[in-house]
């Protein structure tokens, strides 16, 4: 149980009608909530929610505190605050300390006597496990890898060898780290001849890894998630790839080998990037976009077509279809357009020029 008091304090946040010393049990949304629980408001969408809302208190900016029937918790980002003070209510996981009785650890692995390694966990030798580290249940850490202090590995995580994670990495189930990248050559008679993938993974502090994502090992040079970077579930991060600090990326986005991803970025689910191209910093990229083509300017960038009812959607498929047929008759007409209004032009100047000699 937590007090309004201390809910302002760590939300950065004022109160308006609120005794600080009420009790919140927990938190809920505008429609949901109930006596002794807090709610936030940041989308305007959810605005309605707020005069019939049942919550203890709410959490939102001072432009909707006016508005607001119950105690308010006033913040300049109510998203921001809410994220802390959800927080709170969020149990840690099981502090445990050694090693399973069914994990298997080399001898010449190094574990921090305050780290955990769960059940059916392999460590291979040479690994390092630094302090406060959780390896979830089934993990796998290769050869040499490093797992930085106060990670967590949730489950099922593979950590490849040499594969260095930073401080405080959050990876979730299914994910693995240091794979080989798609290094292929075209022999001769058409044969593939693989590409070793010499290179490794740096992951820096304060990283989070969606579940199912992969993570490619570099050809030569490291693969590289700088700190802070957040990616959703299913992603595809291929060799040589780099992806600037506190960057964001959404669930199923793909990026082809050697591209460069700048700070703060945000690209939306599904979005793919192809290979050896750079994006800048402080670039978002919408859903579901392709990027073929380097961007070098900040800002919002957009591809594809939204989705329309299934009939229209066919009309516009016929017309995208004659597109081509319909520039080359227009170009056509062009043509005969300029020809038409030089020999206009010229007609002029013929008859300017008679005038001038019958003076």
């Not at 109510?78 to 840690?92: M, S």
């Not at 189930?173 to 290179?199: C, E, H, N, T």
């Not at 016929?318 to 597109?323: F, T, V, Y």
Request: glycine share 12%.
């Amino acid at each position: 149980m937590i007090t309004l008091g201390e809910i302002a304090a760590v939300a950065e946040a004022s109160l308006r009608g609120c005794d600080a010393a009420t009790i919140i049990t927990g938190v809920a949304p505008l429609n949901g909530a109930g006596p002794g629980q807090i709610s936030f408001l940041s989308n305007p969408r959810y605005r309605p929610f707020l005069a019939v809302t049942r919550a203890t208190a709410v959490i939102l900016s001072p432009d909707d505190a006016a508005d607001c029937p119950v105690p308010a918790v006033v913040a300049a980002n109510p998203h921001v605050a809410y994220a802390r003070v959800a927080a709170l209510f969020e149990p840690p996981p099981e502090t445990r300390r050694g090693i399973h009785p069914t994990a298997w650890v080399s001898p010449a692995a190094r574990i921090a006597a305050d780290a955990w390694i769960g059940p059916h966990c392999t460590v291979e030798a040479g690994a390092v496990i630094e302090s406060d580290v959780i390896v979830g249940p089934q993990c796998v850490i290769g050869e040499q890898a490093m797992v930085g202090a106060g990670t967590r590995l949730v489950a099922r995580v593979t950590v490849c060898h040499r594969v260095r994670l930073g401080r405080r990495v959050l990876a979730h189930p299914g994910v693995v780290i240091g794979s080989d990248g798609f290094g292929l050559a075209l022999d001769r008679g058409g044969r593939w001849l693989k590409v070793p993938q010499l290179g490794s993974v740096h992951i820096g502090d304060d990283v989070e890894i969606g579940a199912n994502t992969t993570i490619d090992r570099g050809a030569l040079e490291d693969t590289v998630i700088e700190d802070g970077v957040k990616m959703d579930n299913q992603i595809q991060v291929a060799h040589n790839v780099h992806i600037g600090a506190h960057s964001a990326l959404a669930g199923c986005v793909g990026i082809a080998g050697s591209a460069r991803i700048g700070r703060h970025c945000m690209l939306g689910g599904g979005v793919g990037v192809a290979g050896h191209l750079e994006i800048t910093d402080y670039v978002q990229i919408t859903g579901m976009s392709l990027v073929t083509k380097s961007i070098t300017e900040p800002g919002a960038y957009s591809s594809g077509l939204a989705v329309e009812p299934n009939r229209l959607w066919n009309k516009i498929s016929a017309r995208l279809r004659r597109l081509d047929e319909a520039f080359r008759r227009l170009a056509v007409l062009e043509k005969q357009a300029n020809r038409k209004s030089k020999t206009i032009i010229l007609d002029r100047k013929k008859k300017t020029n008679g005038h001038q000699g019958n003076s």
